[in-house]
């Protein structure tokens, strides 16, 4: 969570983001007070599975709060309420706001500490790089990426992705789930499809499938995703704005509807689009805006509309390879590759907090 103090209207407003680090990137280009967060780095979400086969890119990818919030005084608690005029956090610091984005996504119970989190790349690599078999769970981008990074990256592995669909990628449409089973098959990726596995009942490497087969691996990982990052605001004064689905409602201008000054971005929305991370970042592009408008006393009529993306979805397979459909129109192969695949947009990502896109 984060919080800046703003000149408008003559007054000083105070604007308090729950997650959404790309949005304070965006606010924040100027000296301010307190801000608060769950943790000590924000980590380019889409990149991590490849920092699980290669270690040294979460180097780029993991970023302290401090390198692009430089004035600031971080306070690690995540928030656990929201009142008409205040945060709580859990440490029990109520943080006042004149205006409110929540931009939690889903629920993300990792490490604290960027030191933290690079060393559980390693060991997580560590283990890969000793098993001679591994068990992915979860056919969906987050299962299909990380096959296709272990299978490029270490091709004598035998990797098993077990996904209880009965197509890969039913995020997107049927042809590029199709692609993609070919194209994990050409890389001797075992793909089971229509069945689920009881990852609370292993015994000696041996896993059970719902279908009754029988799979030996000597580590498995988990890609069936993650809760909704909003269970924390149903006891809020939000929990009336929340739909069946447990997403935030918001109008064209991305204001949670019931209240003015509050807005609501990213997967946590129940706007009509495929949950994506550049449509995240579109969503703060929009927020931004408004929330400048309104704090230096601007026409509420004037505020930015934002338009659901169109259907785009990239899935990157190994390093140089990507599945990708455009509106109905599916290619394979290093085109859609060079698009996202080699950096994952890290740098390009680096570049619009401020920063150097490499290291070096």
């Known amino acids: 969570m984060a919080a800046i103090e703003g000149v408008g209207g003559g007054e000083k407003k105070r604007v308090?983001?729950?997650?959404?680090?790309?949005?304070?990137?965006?606010?924040?280009?100027?000296?301010?007070?307190?801000?608060?967060?769950?943790?000590?780095?924000?980590?380019?979400?889409?990149?991590?599975?490849?920092?699980?086969?290669?270690?040294?890119?979460?180097?780029?990818?993991?970023?302290?709060?401090?390198?692009?919030?430089?004035?600031?005084?971080?306070?690690?608690?995540?928030?656990?309420?929201?009142?008409?005029?205040?945060?709580?956090?859990?440490?029990?610091?109520?943080?006042?706001?004149?205006?409110l984005v929540i931009a939690t996504g889903h629920v993300d119970t990792g490490a604290l500490a960027r030191s933290e989190k690079l060393s559980l790349y390693h060991a997580e690599y560590e283990k890969i790089k000793s098993s001679n078999s591994i068990l992915i769970v979860g056919g969906g981008p987050t299962g299909v990426e990380l096959a296709g990074e272990v299978a490029v990256d270490f091709p004598d592995k035998k990797v098993t992705l077990v996904h209880r669909g009965s197509r890969l990628l039913e995020f997107i449409g049927r042809k590029a789930g199709r692609k993609a089973l070919e194209w994990l098959t050409s890389k001797k990726v075992e793909v089971i499809l229509g069945q689920s596995v009881n990852l609370n009942s292993v015994s000696d490497g041996v896993y059970q499938t719902s279908g009754g087969e029988t799979i030996t691996a000597d580590c498995y990982f988990n890609c069936t995703g993650k809760p909704m990052g909003s269970m924390w605001l149903k006891d809020t004064v939000l929990k009336n704005s929340l739909d069946i689905h447990g997403r935030l409602m918001v109008d064209a201008n991305l204001r949670v509807k019931g209240h003015k000054n509050v807005f609501g971005i990213g997967d946590i929305t129940d706007i009509p689009e495929i949950k994506q991370g550049y449509l995240a970042q579109r969503h703060a592009t929009v927020a931004a805006k408004n929330l400048k408008l309104l704090m230096t006393g601007g026409d509420e009529q004037k505020m930015a509309v934002y338009k659901p993306g169109w259907q785009l979805a990239i899935v990157s397979l190994g390093r140089n390879e990507a599945v990708a459909q455009v509106f109905f129109v599916t290619l394979i192969g290093c085109f859609p590759g060079m698009i996202k695949s080699k950096d994952l947009f890290v740098g390009k990502t680096r570049k619009q907090l401020g920063l150097k896109p490499n290291l070096l």
């Open 16 to 99: 308090v983001v729950v997650g959404g680090e790309v949005l304070r990137a965006r606010l924040w280009r100027k000296p301010f007070k307190n801000i608060a967060m769950s943790k000590e780095y924000f980590e380019v979400p889409w990149a991590s599975l490849r920092s699980l086969v290669e270690p040294s890119f979460a180097e780029r990818s993991v970023i302290n709060h401090t390198e692009y919030l430089q004035n600031a005084r971080l306070v690690i608690s995540p928030a656990i309420n929201v009142t008409e005029s205040e945060v709580l956090t859990a440490q029990g610091d109520p943080i006042a706001y004149d205006y």
